[in-house]
């Protein structure tokens, strides 16, 4: 049974800085290209970060500079540094394992309001 589970999230105001983490289980975790979402209220899901099997890395435009996305394929782990944070960058994240089209798993996601 595949698991991705994400931890991290929560209230911060902004300029603070959080790090999410996505502990993956029943996959190869190291064949898979990990990635970051976001989805604000009424708004679609986006891509934030991607890392790929190899440690590339790609970010949207408006994260880049402040997010920082990374994994460990000991611990089966992905996360994301945020720092920096603005209001706007509230909204729930979700991290995607991806093998090709057919194997392709989310977290159930976690909460980032960032607020004063």
Known sequence: QVQLVESGGGLVQPGGSLRLSC?????????????WYRQAPGKQRELVAVVSTRGSTSYANS??????????????????????????????????????????????????????
Do not use: H
Request: aromatic share 14%.
């Open 23 to 35: 502990a993956a289980s029943g996959i190869a975790f190291s064949i898979y290209d990990m990635a």
């Open 63 to 116: 994260v880049k500079g402040r997010f920082t996305i990374s994994r460990d394929n000991a611990k089966n782990t992905v996360y994301l540094q945020m720092n920096s944070l603005k209001p706007e960058d509230t909204a729930v994240y979700y991290c995607n394992a991806r093998y090709t089209a057919i194997f392709d798993y989310w977290g159930q996601g976690t909460q980032v309001t960032v607020s004063s």
